[in-house]
């Protein structure tokens, strides 16, 4: 990717019109999909009396989540881009889709959405606790690293192919349903180990209006940095002969490998 695709953009762009209609159709959006997909946690609780998580619980929030991303990645599509994710709109701006101060502008109303959606929850629910997200007994910081690195690349392998390649034709009709489907089936992979955030708004609001952070350090910056090297990776898969493409794959995989555990191993000290 030419380091000249990256654009900053201008100050001014930020009161644009567009811009600004861009910014709450991500705020909208955001608020849609974290109430709805915190609200089934929450309301899952309420009925079992804040009982052990079970099968059914974990089934419940994928569905909900998987359900409400759709929607809302379906609604902010053609206004946005549908981002609903400040790593997805980061790995935007690495691709040259959008300026440095557009990314901000979305990644300010996807926080808020996130938050005010979490305090909407707190007030209809008469003050119950947002469930932050957090790890499950005998899950380390380094397995729940591990775990989000399989569940982003994921996610980021099919948004790109589904709405971002200039060569998916046909198959951008259904990206919305695609993509919430990668996070319904990532929930019911990993939802039971690290919670199954793969986006750093969802882990951010309710971490806010509960004031819980314990590892949300994790949840929040290696989702964005593997955002970054997810969509270098899946480049190289997309638009590389199959041959030179896995080499180049595995070799990007190792140096990733080792960032990630010179990553841990500073957050620890």
């Not at 009709?173 to 793969?198: C, R």
């Not at 997309?238 to 896995?246: A, D, K």
């Amino acid at each position: 990717m030419p380091i000249s695709r990256i654009a900053v953009g201008r100050p001014e762009e930020a009161t644009q019109p567009d811009a600004l209609r861009a910014a709450l159709a991500e705020f909208i959006c955001t608020l849609i999909f974290v109430f709805a997909g915190e609200g089934s946690g929450m309301a899952f609780n309420k009925l079992t009396n804040d009982a052990p998580n079970t099968p059914a619980g974990l089934i419940a929030a994928a569905l909900a989540h998987a359900f409400a991303l759709f929607v809302a990645v379906s609604v902010g599509a053609n206004i946005s881009g549908g981002h609903v994710n400040p790593a997805v709109t980061f790995g935007a701006f690495v691709g040259g889709n959008i300026s440095l101060f557009r990314g901000i502008l979305y990644w300010i109303a996807q926080l808020l959405g996130a938050t005010v959606a979490c305090l909407l929850l707190k007030f209809c629910t008469r003050g119950m606790t947002t469930s932050a997200f957090s790890l499950s007994a005998g899950e380390s910081v380094w397995n729940a690293f591990v775990m989000e690195i399989v569940m982003t690349f994921g996610l980021v392998y099919t948004v790109y192919a589904t709405a971002i390649d200039p060569k998916k034709g046909s198959v951008g009709t259904i990206a919305p349903l695609a993509i919430g489907f990668i996070v319904g089936a990532n929930i019911l992979a990993g939802g039971a180990f690290d919670g199954g955030s793969m986006n750093p708004a969802v882990s951010f609001g309710p971490a806010l209006v509960s004031w819980t952070w314990t590892h949300h350090w994790g949840l929040l910056a290696w989702p964005s940095h593997r955002r970054w090297s997810c969509r270098h990776r899946v480049r190289i898969l997309l638009h590389q002969p199959l041959s030179r493409g896995i080499g180049l794959l595995l070799t990007t995989e190792q140096q990733l490998e080792q960032q990630g555990h010179l990553f841990a191993h500073l957050c620890c000290l």
